[in-house]
């Protein structure tokens, strides 16, 4: 079976450093991806593992480990433009994506 | 970035008539695009996957003949939703890979079903 879990909401303050965890369960595993959705609006691409590690891009990294099943997002010197659902996603065998719940954040003054 | 468009962004209907949605790659060719669908509140679910020249692939529970997909060349994509209820009604995002990891997705259409 697809298992992704991800906390439903998070709050943060802005300027400060939140950590969005993802632990996954799947059939088949081509990769760990984030993505940002606004709401009403498409997500757009935030980030990609596919090795055990850290990635950083600006102000934005993600974690994974394969051998736990896990992965998170941080995001540091929060905005309040940074409030919107963060999606953890796993690649499937077909190059879909299975999606989490996602995670609202909300970024307070 | 790669761009995806969708067209239309939002089209009411009556419900039991059927509606078209295109799903365009402008600046790079995909020889497979996605159709998702989502609920408010709740994460994107895969409804089926659409290889230029080749049938749809369609996720269990998702119905081929009431969502007929077309990918008639390598950056267009159509789902056409037929005999449309309310409870169709849908927020339906199409992405399109440009490189062998990377989705891109279009801004979505937001259908609602009278």
């Known amino acids: 079976g697809q298992n992704i879990d991800q906390p439903t909401e998070m709050t943060a303050t802005e300027g400060a450093i939140v950590q969005i965890n993802c632990t996954y369960q799947?059939?088949?595993?081509?990769?760990l991806f984030w993505y940002q959705q606004h709401a009403g609006e498409a997500p757009t691409f935030l980030s990609y593992?596919?090795?055990?590690g850290l990635e950083e891009k600006g102000r934005f990294s993600s974690f994974l480990s394969r051998s736990k099943g896990y992965s998170y997002l941080l995001l540091k010197e929060l905005q309040m433009k940074d409030s919107a659902s963060y999606l953890c996603?796993?690649?499937?065998?077909?190059?879909?994506?299975?999606f989490g719940k996602g995670t609202k954040l909300s970024v307070k003054p | 970035g790669a761009v995806v468009s969708q067209h239309p962004s939002w089209v009411i209907c009556k419900s039991g008539t059927s509606v078209k949605i295109e799903c365009r790659s402008l600046?790079?060719?995909?020889?497979?695009m996605f159709w998702y669908r989502q609920f408010p509140k709740k994460s994107l679910m895969l409804m089926a996957t659409?290889?230029?020249?080749?049938?749809?692939?369609?996720e269990q529970g998702v119905e081929k003949d009431k969502f007929l997909i077309n990918h008639a060349s390598l950056t267009l994509s159509t789902l056409t939703v037929t005999s449309a209820h309310p409870e169709d009604s849908s927020f339906y995002i199409c992405?399109?890979?440009?490189?062998?990891?990377?989705?891109?997705f279009g801004p979505g259409t937001r259908l609602t079903v009278t």
């Open positions: 992405s399109a890979k440009s490189k062998w990891y990377e989705q891109y």
């Open positions: 799947t059939s088949g595993f081509n990769g």
């Open positions: 593992n596919v090795l055990d």
């Open positions: 996603a796993v690649g499937g065998s077909q190059g879909n994506l299975i």
């Open positions: 600046d790079f060719q995909a020889t497979t």
């Open positions: 659409s290889n230029e020249g080749s049938k749809a692939t369609y």
